[in-house]
């Protein structure tokens, strides 16, 4: 069975950066993308990076050219680095990875709260 465990989330200034890992339990067997959502409360839950089995990101518009999504795939862990945090980044940050077979694993998520 595969969990994702979440970290590094955490209360920070506004401007400042946090870098989310979420690593699976163990390997994934033929990973189609990984990503982040968040969700912030009495709001939907939005997705805010993927990347691909081939390297590929995207980002949604509010993010763009503040987080980063990136993977490690010996340890079998994704990242986010958020730079330039503003209030509104203020959710829970869950990760997905999603596999060719139709498998879709969940994070526990992590809070981040942005002070302004």
């Known amino acids: 069975q595969v969990q994702l465990v979440e970290s590094g989330g955490g209360l920070v200034r506004a401007g400042g950066s946090l870098r989310l890992s979420c690593a699976a339990s163990?390997?994934?067997?033929?990973?189609?993308?990984m990503g982040w959502y968040r969700q912030a409360p009495g709001k939907q839950r939005e997705l805010v990076a993927t990347?691909?089995?081939?390297?590929?990101?995207n980002y949604v518009d509010s993010v763009k050219g503040r987080f980063t999504i990136s993977r490690d795939n010996a340890k079998n862990t994704v990242y986010l680095q958020i730079n330039s945090l503003k209030p509104e980044d203020t959710a829970v940050y869950y990760c997905r990875v999603t596999t060719s077979l139709n498998s879709d694993y969940w994070g526990q998520g992590t809070q981040v709260t942005v002070s302004s």
């Open positions: 163990r390997s994934i067997f033929s990973v189609n993308s």
């Open positions: 990347i691909t089995s081939n390297g590929r990101t």
